[in-house]
């Protein structure tokens, strides 16, 4: 049986999963209301249908892929149209938030009667030769969304309730997105004190991995900074109960900031970073 799946929103995850489960055989629908054109034109790539939330709201499986501050809002605009649809879709957030986001979505969206599923997305968005990212999923319906392996999708499942695949979410990408964000705001350091290319050669000297990591990470950074500022606000809740990691990671989420504020502007510091990664290329 083909199934349903809204994949909410369109954005470079979200329509390479919508594209993803298209090639394996679902109908894949989305929203656009509010959309840049840019959007559409991914989803009509991705072989996705345009449809409003009521509309969405009758899709077997409902996938909320959308920036960490969204969250929390998408749920509450789909709930009085899950109210009063035919059926219960399994509504599963996706999205980089911590457990107690988690809880709030699941209490918004428990009048409607939908099963829910707590999913964490570890990866990069899927492509065609390639596996695609892991969707670490918990909860009692878990199950149900590992049925989308059939279509395409690496479903982990893995023993808690809903939180505990946002936890996992939180603790690797506190790492890895932490990581990338002190080794770029060091580099910025190293740069405007003129050492950019003796640290440049240490590390390369002593510490080849690390500097192999950051020079691949450093520049996928910069498209997607601004999303991460809310991700890490999410982590610096989740590692609240420690004073000293919470203001690591809100000074992590104000470092995204400031890199998302140079994009969208000279691009002075960006062009910094990508000449340090660049050196010995």
Not at 156 to 167: D, F, L, W, Y
Not at 258 to 265: N, P
């Amino acid at each position: 049986m083909q199934p349903v799946i809204a994949v909410i929103a369109a954005g470079s995850m979200g329509s390479a999963v919508g594209k993803r489960l298209v090639d394996h055989g679902a109908k894949v629908v989305t929203v656009l209301t509010g959309r840049s054109e840019e959007t559409a034109a991914r989803a009509r790539a991705a072989g996705m249908i345009a449809t409003s939330e009521a509309e969405a709201a009758g899709a077997d499986f409902i996938l909320s892929i959308v920036p960490p501050g969204d969250a929390l809002a998408l749920a509450e605009s789909l709930a009085p149209y899950l109210k009063r649809a035919g059926h219960r879709p399994v509504f599963v957030d996706c999205n980089a938030v911590n457990a107690g986001t988690v809880l709030r979505i699941a209490n918004a969206l428990a009048p409607t009667g939908c099963a829910f599923v707590d999913a964490g997305i570890i990866g990069s968005p899927p492509k065609p030769e390639s596996p695609g990212p892991a969707f670490y999923a918990s909860g009692p319906d878990a199950r149900r969304f590992a049925e989308l392996g059939h279509f395409g999708l690496d479903v982990r499942v893995i023993e808690g309730p809903p939180g505990a695949a946002s936890t996992l979410k939180m603790s690797y990408a506190g790492i890895t997105k932490g990581l990338t964000a002190l080794g770029a705001a060091v580099m910025l350091a190293a740069t405007r004190e003129g050492t950019a290319q003796a640290l440049h050669h240490e590390l390369a000297r002593s510490q080849p991995a690390l500097l192999a990591w950051l020079t691949r990470q450093v520049p996928l950074m910069y498209p997607k900074a601004y999303r991460w500022v809310a991700e890490m606000e999410q982590i610096a809740d989740f590692v609240s109960e420690d004073s000293a990691a919470q203001q690591i990671f809100n000074g992590a989420a104000e470092f995204y900031q400031q890199i998302a504020t140079d994009v969208a502007a000279d691009r002075r510091e960006v062009s910094m970073l990508s000449s340090f990664v660049k050196q010995g290329t």
